[in-house]
């Protein structure tokens, strides 16, 4: 079965770091892109990071210079490093895999998401 | 980059068919026909429905079709059923920030 399973997420004071995990299963995941989507309560989808196969990274201007989406494919993992957090950053952060191998604009798959909450 | 943008909502009754917008600039939707739609319920993982503008994945309804006319996309939902009650999303590749979302549009089905 196809599955995508997030961690990480919690409860950060502004201008603090997180680490979001993203563990892959039951299919071969060096051979699809993947990414990061967030959804802030009552708010619509926002892409912020995506990574190729070939280790390549894209994102938004909204969150470049301060978020790093890295892959390790020994360990099916794609990672998503959140620094300077701000409050606006709260979120449930979803990864997601491209829809067919080596596809990178439509997500195909979702994992059940992990929430960050940034507080003071 | 703005998000893309699609009416807040949208409402039809049972079997009727519904159409949601998805209007952006020629720097995405216009440019490109990579233009996807997601199916979103609360709580719950968004599901693609439709990629590159008109492919519907397998396994999803034939319900579900998609089109484009210049710089805007449309999802029809036709013969609405009650499931269909959801939170839709589209996406769009865009030159500048490769990919960029629709603010979502709400379905009711009255």
């Known amino acids: 079965e196809v599955e995508l399973v997030e961690s990480g997420g919690g409860l950060v004071q502004p201008g603090g770091s997180l680490r979001l995990s993203c563990v892959a299963s039951?299919?071969?995941?060096?051979?699809?892109?993947m990414h990061w989507v967030r959804q802030v309560t009552g708010k619509g989808l926002e892409w912020v990071s995506g990574?190729?196969?070939?280790?390549?990274?894209k994102y938004p201007g909204s969150v470049k210079d301060r978020f790093t989406i890295s892959r390790e494919n020994a360990k099916n993992s794609v990672y998503l490093q959140l620094n300077s957090l701000r409050v606006g950053d709260t979120a449930v952060y979803y990864c997601a895999r491209g829809l067919r191998e080596f596809n990178f604009y439509t997500m195909g798959v979702w994992g059940q998401g992990t929430t960050v909450t940034v507080s003071s | 980059q703005s998000a893309l943008t699609q009416p807040a909502s949208v409402s039809g009754s049972p079997g009727q068919s519904v159409t949601i917008s998805c209007t952006g600039t020629s720097s995405d939707v216009g440019d490109y026909n990579l233009v996807s739609w997601y199916q979103k319920y609360s709580g719950k993982a968004p599901k693609v429905i439709i990629y590159e503008v008109t492919e519907r994945p397998s396994g999803v309804s034939n319900r579900f079709s998609g089109s484009k006319s210049g710089n805007t996309a449309s999802l029809t939902i036709s013969g609405l059923q009650p499931e269909d009650e959801a939170d839709y999303y589209c996406?769009?590749?865009?030159?500048?920030?490769?990919?960029?979302f629709g603010g979502g549009t709400k379905v009711t089905v009255l």
């Open positions: 990574i190729g196969t070939a280790g390549d990274t």
């Open positions: 996406c769009s590749y865009a030159s500048s920030v490769t990919l960029v």
């Open positions: 039951g299919f071969n995941f060096r051979k699809y892109d």
